[in-house]
């Protein structure tokens, strides 16, 4: 996937999650019992908050709504708080927090020696691993610290995300809803009005093979209301919403396979360790970190500090 579409498609998401006001759950990246991921990420981002020094400048790399901050601030209020995202459009932080959008973790918009801490929480994967590192080693202060909560492949955030990713290719390929929809359409200077059968039944089907609220629902449902709500309306208009609606789909899938590879590079964790200690950060510590319902870990945490 090119970085252009990548970024896409995390401007999307973002966009369209600050609208919903659902940014601090993560919307449909996390599993269900998504509440005890969060949980275990406060408690991490807590503990790590208490190691810092009064006053200090911390930065968050691709820090989305600026989640990871706002958990720092719970018990830090001292510390002076900046993010940055490579999406253009991000939700707006609270007071106390200093978020930019569209700059690079690859290329950071700050002096040398800034900080005394750099975090990220599934962003750092995401980069240019190589560039990235050295962009850090650059504006941490000589012994401050980076933490570094990262995506494990076998986690169950990949595996709710992929069994999403199956749920949309169900509903716009296996069952081609968006064309059969479109083609309807074209059936209306005929004389034939109805909708199709397949689409009528398609709600039903999406839940039974994937569950209710599943994305085939979500999809399949959006699909029949755009026709029954837009039977009486110009074809055009339909065609507008049922072409958003098959956008959408593309731009989850493009998060999706963005957050798988991204998994996979964090996943190598010798390679992320070796390029992170060329860049001059030596690793400190690790932990597995789990959301007390799945039998495997979601993520890992891992601290290194700068060595000159």
């Known amino acids: 996937m090119s970085e252009d579409a990548t970024d896409n498609a995390w401007n999307t998401f973002w966009d369209r999650e600050r609208k919903a006001g659902r940014a601090d759950n993560g919307g449909g ?41 706002k958990m720092i601030m719970e018990k830090r209020r001292d510390l002076n708080l900046f993010g940055v995202d490579r999406a253009e459009s991000i939700p707006t932080p609270p007071a106390g927090i200093t978020l930019r959008g569209g700059v690079s973790m690859e290329d950071i918009p700050y002096p040398d020696n800034r900080f005394a801490a750099v975090t990220s929480q599934f962003g750092f994967e995401y980069g240019d691993i190589e560039r990235a590192a050295a962009e850090i080693a650059r504006v941490i202060q000589p012994s401050g610290k980076l933490g570094l909560i990262t995506h494990r492949l076998s986690g169950p955030i990949v595996s709710h995300n992929r069994k999403r990713k199956e749920q949309i290719a169900w509903a716009i390929e296996t ?18 009005a109805a909708i199709p059968q397949a689409i009528i039944d398609a709600p039903a089907k999406g839940a039974s093979t994937f569950g209710n609220g599943s994305a085939a629902w979500e999809i399949a449902e959006a699909v029949r209301q755009t026709l029954h709500m837009g039977r009486n309306d110009d074809p055009a208009r339909v065609r ?29 964790v010798d390679n992320v360790v070796a390029v992170l200690e060329k860049a001059g950060l030596a690793f400190r510590s690790e932990a597995l970190l789990t959301d007390g319902v799945s039998a495997s870990p979601f993520a890992d945490f891992r601290t290194y500090a700068r060595v000159d």
């Open 29 to 69: 990246c996390l599993p269900a019992g998504w509440q005890g991921i969060a949980d275990t990420q406060k408690r991490v981002w807590h503990s790590f908050s208490r190691t810092l020094p009064k006053g200090a400048r911390v930065l968050d790399l691709a820090t989305g709504d600026g989640i990871v901050l």
């Open 175 to 192: 069952e081609g809803l968006i064309d059969t929809a479109r083609n309807s359409l074209g059936l209306r200077d005929a004389g034939i």
């Open 240 to 268: 507008a919403i049922l072409d958003d609606i098959q956008a959408q789909a593309s731009n989850e899938m493009g998060r999706i396979a963005s957050l798988e590879s991204a998994a996979a590079t964090a996943s190598d």
